[in-house]
């Protein structure tokens, strides 16, 4: 259904449903998401806080506390599998094995009591069957991989004795052991500061290079983005809006949520935080399923048809799809 | 941190011999008289010199040096001396005497330990492992039927005193079924399979008793630190690199739940010698929980002072090494 696809995908979702039921009434995080990864390519995930992208990635591995979560619908291809229908065992195996996962915060993902060094080889033993002395040699061949110095000191030392940048780099090593085929970053780098943040970047580039792994890229900030990704998946309140190319999508934005995003980043000319602007209003509280558009109470363009249906992805040519019954180049309504 | 335990043990020093006078003092402005007991025939005269030999009426500072001379340097010259150190000449020591036994306190503190240690003890030990798995499941499977029964138990076996519990199962297990004696029989001589059926039986019912009480209580801190750190993120990492449950709760959160759990057991190891006073009493078992109180009521001063002071040792001791193992347990510590 997704249109200018050539070779098969390494991961192909269809359709993913992710709810919460809490006691508040059912909070519905992800309201029906397709996409796909490419091999070796990389795809951002961008959207405001609570817009559903983190629950998205984690429903595919089920890391989700479940209950309260609960995947109502989708399918997750993976290597001829339905990773939503694979057995406990069998999901464990693709988890850190052939897809590494890194989270947000490097202060609080790694376990404080364990030496670093052991929490590096843990995957490598669990899925690659390595020999304590074997998963040491490659634990340090990783530590040296993500740039930590004296790599073959630094295994024995506890996660409290690294820096914040150095820990994400330790997560980054833990992601990569097995050599995974995609690699899911959750706002690696929001967690750090601005230069800190930057040599991440660097390091995942480069990485990426090197290793070939196709990359979810999971971030606030479309300016990181538009810098690494082949394609960008733009999201609101659970849903898809807007998904294009990378050049497409800053060239011809076309949903009225991706020009507001676009239009907060500060300009070459402009500097400094207080040059941020951000978008007006706040995203919906997700408590039902919406039959009108999510965006509609905060966008400038919403007319009668937004407040009565909400619109599904639709196709504009070479893999550029919106979500949105405006038509914003012409001015007028689809 | 040998350097902070070394630092920790030298400040000890004096915060105990400020706790032992404040003992002293307060045993002496306690009304009581060691002599109150013996039959009214005793003359007034005979009393007197009765009191005079044992001490009593000296002024404290005298009496509190004595004492202190007694604890921290007689006994211990003495002990040596039991396991063939002399130091020093034997027959100048004056050892602390009990009033109402007119014997060193210490025999008589050595003579109940063992009762102490295998029941109040025993218990402990039971509470912890029945307590560390219980609290594990019931927080691994929050909400379940097994969870809520546990929390159940644990409610009643904590706000229930263990007086209540103690009679109740006498009523029901000695007096209506028959199954145990109520009262321990501490000179049962052990040396057939027939005395060690019977030892086993007298000791069930005070060590269920108590460790009911342990358990609910360790149980419950068990639980809440391990619900603490199974929402934590690097639960999350771990399931990510694709670590089997039993590895990720076992391994993962166990680690770090036990921390303080084992700061609380450590902390609680003081009560095994002090806390039982009470079951000790119902089940009569005689043990230090029962000398301490013979020697309230006897008035017995030096036993009572020497007791206490053990009990304070004790506490300090085990303050200190809850603080060590927890610098052990937890890499991010560091003492010095
Ligand atoms: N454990 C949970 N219980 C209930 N609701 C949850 C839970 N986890 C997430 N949600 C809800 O799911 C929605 C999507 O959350 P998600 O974490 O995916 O957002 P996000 O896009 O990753 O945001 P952020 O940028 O802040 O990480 C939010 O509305 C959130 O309230
Ligand atoms: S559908 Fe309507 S409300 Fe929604 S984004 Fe488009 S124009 Fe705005
Ligand atoms: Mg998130």
């Known amino acids: 259904m997704l249109g200018g696809r050539a070779i098969k995908p390494v991961l192909d979702v269809t359709d993913l449903r992710t709810v919460f039921h809490t006691q508040d009434g059912t909070v519905h995080a992800v309201n029906g998401i397709s996409f796909y990864l490419e091999e070796g390519e990389l795809l951002s995930v961008v959207g405001e806080s609570g817009s559903g992208k983190s629950v998205t990635m984690m429903s595919l591995l089920k890391l989700l506390p479940i209950p309260p979560a609960e995947i109502v619908a989708g399918t997750v291809e993976f290597d001829g599998n339905d990773l939503l229908k694979l057995e406990p065992e069998a999901l464990r195996q693709v988890r850190g094995g052939d897809i590494g996962f890194i989270f947000q915060d490097p202060m609080t993902s790694l376990n404080p009591v364990f030496k670093v060094g052991f929490q590096i080889m843990e995957p490598l033993k669990e899925h690659l069957g390595l020999s304590e002395k074997e998963a040491r040699k490659r634990a340090v061949e990783l530590l040296e991989l993500v740039g930590i110095p004296s790599a073959s000191d630094r295994l024995d030392d506890y996660p409290h004795q690294f820096s914040g940048g150095m820990r994400q780099r330790v997560m980054i090593a833990i992601a990569l052991a097995c050599d995974p085929k995609i690699l899911i970053a959750d706002e690696p780098t929001t967690a750090l500061d601005v230069t800190i943040q930057a040599q991440i970047i660097e390091l995942v580039k480069k990485l990426r290079q090197k290793l070939g792994m196709a990359i979810v890229w999971i971030t606030h900030d479309l300016g990181v983005a538009a810098g690494i990704s082949d394609r960008i998946m733009v999201m609101y309140a659970g849903f898809v809006v807007e998904h294009a190319k990378v050049k497409d999508l800053y060239k011809r934005p076309l949903h009225p949520y991706t020009r507001a995003l676009l239009a907060t980043l500060p300009t070459d000319d402009e500097e400094g935080e207080d040059r941020l602007k951000s978008i007006s209003g706040l995203p919906p509280a997700l408590h039902e399923y919406p039959n009108s558009c999510p965006f509609a109470p905060r966008c400038e363009h919403a007319f009668d048809r937004c407040q009565k249906e909400n619109p599904l992805l639709m196709e504009m040519g070479d893999g550029h799809q919106v979500a949105c019954w405006w038509d914003v180049e012409k001015g007028a309504p689809r | ?336």
Do not use: C
């Open chain 2, 1 to 336: 941190m040998l350097n902070y335990t070394l630092r920790r043990l030298l400040f000890a020093i004096p915060t105990l011999l400020v706790i032992s006078f404040i003992i002293f003092v307060i045993l002496d402005l306690a009304p009581g008289d060691p002599t109150g007991q013996l039959p009214l025939t005793i003359p007034a005269e005979v009393r007197a010199k009765i009191r005079e030999s044992l001490g009593v009426g000296e002024p404290i500072h005298i009496a509190y040096f004595k004492w202190v001379r007694g604890f921290f340097v007689y006994e211990p010259l003495y002990w040596l001396d039991q396991i063939g150190i002399t130091i020093g000449d034997p027959s100048e020591r004056a050892r602390i005497i009990s009033y109402a036994t007119r014997g060193p306190v210490f025999d008589l503190i050595l003579e109940r330990i063992p009762q102490t240690l295998w029941v109040v003890g025993l218990s402990y030990v039971f509470g912890i492992l029945i307590a560390l798995p219980i609290g594990v499941i019931s927080a691994y499977k929050q909400y379940s039927w097994f969870d809520q029964l546990g929390t159940f138990i644990s409610m009643v076996g904590f706000s229930v005193p263990t007086f209540f519990t103690g009679l109740l199962m006498i009523v029901i297990f000695s007096v209506q079924l028959g199954w145990f004696p109520s009262v321990y029989d501490t000179t049962l001589d052990v040396n057939s399979w027939d005395t060690f059926i019977l030892q086993v039986k007298q000791m069930v019912m005070p060590v269920a008793v108590l460790a009911l009480y342990n358990a609910s209580q360790i149980s419950r801190f068990m639980r809440a630190s391990m619900l603490d750190n199974l929402t934590q993120d690097y639960v999350r990492t771990a399931r990510a690199k694709g670590m089997s449950e039993k590895v990720v709760v076992l391994t993962h959160v166990l680690r770090n739940s036990l921390i303080p759990v084992v700061t609380v057991i450590a902390l609680g190891v003081p009560t095994i010698f002090s806390g039982a006073i009470i079951t000790e009493q119902i089940f009569r078992v005689n043990g230090l929980g029962q000398l301490l109180i013979i020697g309230i009521q006897g008035s017995d001063f030096p036993l009572v002072q020497t007791l206490t002071f053990i009990f304070a040792i004790l506490i300090v001791l085990f303050n200190l090494i809850a603080d060590v193992i927890y610098g052990i347990l937890d890499p991010r510590i560091r003492y010095d």
